[in-house]
Protein backbone atom coordinates (compact mmCIF):
# COMPACT_ATOMS: atom_id res chain seq x y z
CA UNK A 1 0.00 0.00 0.00
CA UNK A 2 0.77 3.70 -0.46
CA UNK A 3 1.27 5.72 2.39
CA UNK A 4 3.10 9.35 3.15
CA UNK A 5 4.26 10.61 6.14
CA UNK A 6 5.19 13.79 7.36
CA UNK A 7 6.32 13.16 11.17
CA UNK A 8 6.49 17.02 11.68
CA UNK A 9 2.67 18.58 12.91
CA UNK A 10 3.93 21.91 13.44
CA UNK A 11 7.16 24.07 12.68
CA UNK A 12 7.24 27.55 13.82
CA UNK A 13 10.53 29.55 12.93
CA UNK A 14 11.41 33.32 12.90
CA UNK A 15 11.43 34.87 9.49
CA UNK A 16 14.46 34.73 7.72
CA UNK A 17 15.62 31.14 9.17
CA UNK A 18 15.93 28.02 6.77
CA UNK A 19 13.31 25.49 7.45
CA UNK A 20 13.17 21.99 6.32
CA UNK A 21 9.97 19.93 5.88
CA UNK A 22 10.68 16.15 6.19
CA UNK A 23 8.38 13.52 3.85
CA UNK A 24 8.90 10.03 3.69
CA UNK A 25 6.87 7.72 1.14
CA UNK A 26 6.39 3.86 0.92
CA UNK A 27 5.30 2.73 -2.01
CA UNK A 28 5.69 -0.87 -3.65
CA UNK A 29 5.43 0.82 -6.96
CA UNK A 30 8.71 1.24 -9.11
CA UNK A 31 7.71 3.97 -10.94
CA UNK A 32 6.15 6.54 -9.22
CA UNK A 33 5.47 10.69 -8.96
CA UNK A 34 6.09 12.45 -5.64
CA UNK A 35 4.58 16.05 -5.22
CA UNK A 36 4.46 19.04 -2.95
CA UNK A 37 1.52 21.39 -2.43
CA UNK A 38 1.17 24.36 -0.36
CA UNK A 39 -1.96 25.28 1.47
CA UNK A 40 -2.39 28.88 2.41
CA UNK A 41 -4.98 29.90 4.81
CA UNK A 42 -7.35 30.76 2.07
CA UNK A 43 -7.63 26.88 1.83
CA UNK A 44 -6.81 26.75 -2.00
CA UNK A 45 -4.23 23.90 -3.00
CA UNK A 46 -1.37 25.23 -4.61
CA UNK A 47 1.15 22.72 -7.00
CA UNK A 48 5.00 23.23 -6.03
CA UNK A 49 6.87 20.63 -7.51
CA UNK A 50 5.89 16.97 -9.00
CA UNK A 51 9.22 14.68 -9.44
CA UNK A 52 9.22 11.49 -11.21
CA UNK A 53 10.96 8.09 -9.09
CA UNK A 54 13.65 7.82 -11.54
CA UNK A 55 14.62 11.54 -11.60
CA UNK A 56 16.88 11.67 -8.50
CA UNK A 57 18.39 15.39 -9.53
CA UNK A 58 17.63 17.77 -6.40
CA UNK A 59 15.80 20.92 -7.49
CA UNK A 60 16.15 24.70 -6.47
CA UNK A 61 13.29 26.83 -7.36
CA UNK A 62 14.39 30.59 -6.04
CA UNK A 63 14.22 30.00 -2.08
CA UNK A 64 12.64 26.28 -2.52
CA UNK A 65 14.63 23.76 -2.66
CA UNK A 66 13.76 19.58 -2.90
CA UNK A 67 16.31 16.52 -2.37
CA UNK A 68 14.92 13.34 -3.14
CA UNK A 69 16.40 10.53 -1.72
CA UNK A 70 15.17 7.13 -3.54
CA UNK A 71 17.62 5.55 -1.26
CA UNK A 72 16.05 6.73 2.02
CA UNK A 73 12.39 6.99 0.77
CA UNK A 74 12.89 10.38 1.86
CA UNK A 75 11.43 13.57 -0.50
CA UNK A 76 12.59 16.56 1.72
CA UNK A 77 11.25 20.36 1.09
CA UNK A 78 13.89 23.33 2.00
CA UNK A 79 12.54 26.92 2.09
CA UNK A 80 15.48 29.30 2.31
CA UNK A 81 15.39 32.84 4.36
CA UNK A 82 11.31 31.99 5.24
CA UNK A 83 9.12 35.02 5.20
CA UNK A 84 6.09 35.37 6.49
CA UNK A 85 4.30 34.77 3.63
CA UNK A 86 5.41 30.69 3.48
CA UNK A 87 3.14 30.22 6.73
CA UNK A 88 1.25 28.25 5.20
CA UNK A 89 0.28 23.91 5.51
CA UNK A 90 2.52 22.18 3.40
CA UNK A 91 1.75 18.52 1.99
CA UNK A 92 4.38 15.69 0.31
CA UNK A 93 1.80 13.63 -1.91
CA UNK A 94 2.60 10.63 -3.94
CA UNK A 95 0.76 9.33 -6.65
CA UNK A 96 1.01 6.29 -9.51
CA UNK A 97 2.50 7.03 -12.86
CA UNK A 98 0.58 4.11 -15.04
CA UNK A 99 -2.84 4.28 -14.71
CA UNK A 100 -4.65 7.47 -16.35
CA UNK A 101 -5.95 9.35 -13.80
CA UNK A 102 -4.17 8.14 -11.09
CA UNK A 103 -5.16 9.33 -7.37
CA UNK A 104 -2.93 11.57 -5.16
CA UNK A 105 -2.38 10.12 -1.38
CA UNK A 106 -1.32 12.80 0.74
CA UNK A 107 0.81 13.14 3.97
CA UNK A 108 -1.56 14.71 7.14
CA UNK A 109 0.57 17.89 5.97
CA UNK A 110 3.19 19.62 8.61
CA UNK A 111 1.88 23.55 9.37
CA UNK A 112 4.40 25.81 8.99
CA UNK A 113 4.30 29.46 10.79
CA UNK A 114 7.03 31.94 9.98
CA UNK A 115 7.31 34.74 12.86
CA UNK A 116 8.02 38.19 11.78
CA UNK B 1 -3.31 30.90 -17.11
CA UNK B 2 -7.14 29.77 -16.84
CA UNK B 3 -7.24 27.73 -13.22
CA UNK B 4 -9.57 25.15 -12.52
CA UNK B 5 -13.22 26.41 -11.49
CA UNK B 6 -15.38 25.22 -8.78
CA UNK B 7 -18.63 26.37 -8.14
CA UNK B 8 -20.01 27.17 -5.44
CA UNK B 9 -17.45 28.43 -3.23
CA UNK B 10 -19.25 28.24 -0.54
CA UNK B 11 -22.77 25.85 0.86
CA UNK B 12 -24.24 25.67 3.52
CA UNK B 13 -27.20 23.21 3.98
CA UNK B 14 -29.43 21.40 6.35
CA UNK B 15 -29.53 16.80 7.46
CA UNK B 16 -30.80 14.95 5.14
CA UNK B 17 -30.68 17.18 1.89
CA UNK B 18 -28.64 17.27 -1.17
CA UNK B 19 -26.51 18.82 -2.95
CA UNK B 20 -24.37 19.48 -5.98
CA UNK B 21 -21.05 20.54 -6.29
CA UNK B 22 -19.38 21.23 -9.98
CA UNK B 23 -16.07 21.74 -11.27
CA UNK B 24 -15.36 23.36 -14.52
CA UNK B 25 -11.44 21.89 -15.33
CA UNK B 26 -8.66 23.80 -17.04
CA UNK B 27 -9.11 23.82 -20.74
CA UNK B 28 -7.89 20.45 -22.62
CA UNK B 29 -8.15 18.86 -19.45
CA UNK B 30 -9.52 15.39 -19.42
CA UNK B 31 -9.31 13.88 -16.49
CA UNK B 32 -10.79 14.94 -13.06
CA UNK B 33 -10.59 14.35 -9.70
CA UNK B 34 -12.56 15.06 -6.56
CA UNK B 35 -11.19 15.06 -3.17
CA UNK B 36 -12.40 15.51 0.58
CA UNK B 37 -10.83 17.38 2.93
CA UNK B 38 -12.42 17.67 6.47
CA UNK B 39 -11.25 19.77 9.16
CA UNK B 40 -7.72 19.46 10.19
CA UNK B 41 -7.20 16.93 7.53
CA UNK B 42 -4.98 15.76 4.51
CA UNK B 43 -7.26 15.42 1.22
CA UNK B 44 -8.64 11.95 0.51
CA UNK B 45 -9.57 10.83 -2.78
CA UNK B 46 -13.07 10.59 -3.86
CA UNK B 47 -13.39 9.64 -7.51
CA UNK B 48 -11.99 10.18 -10.98
CA UNK B 49 -13.25 10.39 -14.38
CA UNK B 50 -11.38 10.09 -17.59
CA UNK B 51 -12.37 10.91 -21.23
CA UNK B 52 -15.88 11.26 -19.41
CA UNK B 53 -15.72 7.34 -17.89
CA UNK B 54 -15.06 6.71 -14.11
CA UNK B 55 -11.24 5.84 -13.84
CA UNK B 56 -11.05 5.47 -10.30
CA UNK B 57 -12.88 5.23 -6.94
CA UNK B 58 -12.17 5.92 -3.69
CA UNK B 59 -13.74 6.24 -0.18
CA UNK B 60 -17.05 7.61 -1.17
CA UNK B 61 -20.02 6.76 0.08
CA UNK B 62 -22.77 5.69 -1.83
CA UNK B 63 -24.77 8.60 -1.10
CA UNK B 64 -22.32 10.52 -3.35
CA UNK B 65 -22.51 10.40 -6.76
CA UNK B 66 -20.47 11.70 -9.54
CA UNK B 67 -20.18 12.00 -13.18
CA UNK B 68 -18.18 14.04 -16.35
CA UNK B 69 -20.15 15.56 -18.89
CA UNK B 70 -19.42 15.75 -22.55
CA UNK B 71 -17.41 19.62 -22.21
CA UNK B 72 -15.28 17.65 -19.29
CA UNK B 73 -16.76 19.61 -16.94
CA UNK B 74 -18.05 17.26 -13.60
CA UNK B 75 -20.94 17.16 -10.86
CA UNK B 76 -20.62 15.89 -7.12
CA UNK B 77 -23.71 15.33 -6.34
CA UNK B 78 -24.54 14.44 -2.46
CA UNK B 79 -27.74 13.32 -1.05
CA UNK B 80 -29.17 12.62 2.19
CA UNK B 81 -26.29 14.98 3.79
CA UNK B 82 -24.62 13.98 6.87
CA UNK B 83 -23.08 16.86 9.48
CA UNK B 84 -19.91 14.66 8.39
CA UNK B 85 -20.32 15.44 5.24
CA UNK B 86 -19.17 19.45 6.22
CA UNK B 87 -15.59 19.44 4.56
CA UNK B 88 -14.01 21.23 2.12
CA UNK B 89 -14.38 19.29 -1.24
CA UNK B 90 -11.72 20.29 -4.17
CA UNK B 91 -11.67 18.87 -7.81
CA UNK B 92 -8.51 18.73 -9.63
CA UNK B 93 -7.64 18.23 -13.41
CA UNK B 94 -4.76 16.96 -15.30
CA UNK B 95 -4.02 16.22 -18.72
CA UNK B 96 -2.19 13.30 -20.20
CA UNK B 97 -0.52 15.85 -22.88
CA UNK B 98 2.28 18.15 -22.58
CA UNK B 99 5.38 18.35 -20.46
CA UNK B 100 3.50 18.47 -16.81
CA UNK B 101 1.75 14.96 -17.78
CA UNK B 102 -1.00 14.02 -15.04
CA UNK B 103 0.65 16.75 -12.59
CA UNK B 104 -3.46 17.55 -10.80
CA UNK B 105 -4.44 21.65 -10.58
CA UNK B 106 -6.84 22.18 -7.47
CA UNK B 107 -9.42 24.04 -7.90
CA UNK B 108 -10.41 26.65 -4.84
CA UNK B 109 -12.44 24.04 -3.40
CA UNK B 110 -16.18 24.22 -2.02
CA UNK B 111 -16.79 24.83 1.65
CA UNK B 112 -19.85 22.49 2.65
CA UNK B 113 -21.24 23.34 5.69
CA UNK B 114 -24.12 20.92 7.08
CA UNK B 115 -26.06 22.31 9.78
Known amino acids: AQKVTQAQTEISVVEKEDVTLDCVYE???????LFWYKQPPSGELVFLIR??????QNEISGRYSWNFQKSTSSFNFTITASQVVDSAVYFC?????????????FGSGTRLSIRP | AAGVIQSPRHLIKEKRETATLKCYPI?????VYWYQQGPGQDPQFLISFYEKMQSDKGSIPDRFSAQQFSDYHSELNMSSLELGDSALYFC??????????????FGPGTRLTVL
Open chain 1, 93 to 105: ALSEVYSSASKII
Open chain 2, 92 to 105: ASSSPQGARTDTQY
Open chain 1, 27 to 33: TRDTTYY
Open chain 1, 51 to 56: RNSFDE
Open chain 2, 27 to 31: PRHDT
